[in-house]
């Protein structure tokens, strides 16, 4: 593995992994197992990962004395539905998005809304 090379040092090292969510299961596991070695073998390793909420507990079951800072909370939600309805109004308004049944652009709304999982 490159990192075991590049890790070779007594200062500290820093490892961002950004977007977990969007690997498949397979590749997180891969990954996971990966970073488990990584970690075992370099203490000076510093590990951030990223994800949407439901991988919360994959995570912390993988790396339970990673320390969790959510960004789960209720106003984002309300945030996320005013950037929704803002740009579907918009798209609308302009013609990029032509529906001919109104109640479709309340489907699409619910789920760009469910899907957004707080992001």
């Given at each position: 593995?490159?990192?075991?090379?590049?890790?070779?040092?007594?200062?500290?090292?820093?490892?961002?992994?950004?977007?977990?969510?969007e690997?498949?299961?397979?590749?997180?596991?891969?990954?996971?197992?990966a970073?488990?070695?990584?970690?075992?073998?370099?203490?000076?390793?510093?590990?951030?990962?990223?994800?949407?909420?439901?991988?919360?507990?994959?995570?912390c079951?993988?790396?339970?004395?990673?320390?969790?800072?959510?960004?789960?909370?209720?106003?984002?939600?309300?945030?996320?539905?005013?950037?929704?309805?803002?740009?579907?109004?918009?798209?609308?308004?302009?013609?990029?998005?032509?529906?001919?049944?109104?109640?479709?652009?309340?489907?699409?709304?619910?789920?760009?809304?469910?899907?957004?999982?707080?992001?």
């Open positions: 593995m490159c990192f075991k090379h590049v890790t070779h040092t007594s200062k500290p090292f820093y490892l961002v992994i950004d977007g977990m969510d690997c498949e299961k397979l590749e997180r596991d891969n990954l996971f197992s970073l488990s070695c990584l970690r075992a073998e370099r203490q000076n390793m510093r590990l951030f990962l990223s994800s949407r909420e439901s991988l919360f507990k994959e995570i079951s993988r790396f339970p004395s990673l320390e969790h800072i959510t960004m789960d909370n209720p106003g984002a939600r309300d945030d996320i539905i005013t950037y929704i309805d803002g740009v579907l109004q918009e798209k609308t308004d302009n013609k990029t998005l032509i529906v001919g049944d109104m109640g479709l652009v309340t489907e699409i709304r619910e789920a760009l809304v469910s899907s957004a999982d707080g992001m």
